[in-house]
T-cell receptor
Framework: DTGVSQDPRHKITKRGQNVTFRCDPISEHNRLYWYRQTLGQGPEFLTYFQNEAQLEKSRLLSDRFSAERPKGSFSTLEIQRTEQGDSAMYLC????????????FGPGTRLTVL | RKEVEQDPGPFNVPEGATVAFNCTYSNSASQSFFWYRQDCRKEPKLLMSVYSSGNEDGRFTAQLNRASQYISLLIRDSKLSDSATYLCVLKYNNNDMRFGAGTRLTVKP
């Protein structure tokens, strides 16, 4: 399968715990995006990488959230001291460069914070 | 005002019907426009790009009116398999994308 993959697919954690999600983009894609989606809403942009450089971060991304893409390939999104409001689907997408570059989404990681 | 606004629906239509979705956006700096489709509990997938001159892909027609900051999607001859949520998407020069909340469509036999 050469699509975007995410791991884990589901994560249940207790409030206050740290969680880390992984995204493996399509191999030739240099851009990688993280989104958060809650029920009844569209995906909400969190952050974006071009190769290993994090170029954009949403104001919605609190200090408890950090993302890395150390070698310009896979990326991790870490949430520290999780809160119940962090419960959501976390989607990763990748694309080639260019204004019209289609973003291909992974299946998402569903986080539930108890 | 939200950056991207869509009628949430749901739209319930019979098979074979024609249905149209609208989307308005507030930031004229938007450079590219797309419609994505999202099935229940699945990831969004690109349905079609939207070009200024309007474009068609089979039963789907997309239109853009930059002056009115308005995008539309028309689906003709609806199929059961068209049931999904349709997301209006804007893209800025910095590759930042903004998604609408989506319009839910159910096509019934």
């Amino acid at each position: 399968d050469t699509g975007v993959s995410q791991d884990p697919r589901h994560k249940i954690t207790k409030r206050g715990q740290n969680v880390t999600f992984r995204c493996d983009p399509i191999s030739e894609h240099n851009r990688l995006y993280w989104y958060r989606q809650t029920l009844g809403q569209g995906p909400e942009f969190l952050t974006y990488f071009q190769n290993e450089a994090q170029l954009e971060k949403s104001r919605l991304l609190s200090d408890r959230f950090s993302a890395e893409r150390p070698k310009g390939s896979f990326s991790t999104l870490e949430i520290q001291r999780t809160e119940q409001g962090d419960s959501a689907m976390y989607l990763c997408a990748s694309s080639l460069g260019g204004l019209a570059g289609e973003q291909y989404f992974g299946p998402g990681t569903r986080l539930t914070v108890l | 005002r939200k950056e991207v606004e869509q009628d949430p629906g749901p739209f319930n239509v019979p098979e074979g019907a024609t249905v149209a979705f609208n989307c308005t956006y507030s930031n004229s700096a938007s450079q590219s426009f797309f419609w994505y489709r999202q099935d229940c509990r699945k990831e969004p997938k690109l349905l079609m790009s939207v070009y200024s001159s309007g474009n068609e892909d089979g039963r789907f027609t997309a239109q853009l009116n930059r002056a009115s900051q308005y995008i539309s999607l028309l689906i003709r001859d609806s199929k059961l398999s068209d049931s999904a949520t349709y997301l209006c998407v804007l893209k800025y020069n910095n590759n930042d994308m903004r998604f609408g909340a989506g319009t839910r469509l159910t096509v019934k036999p």
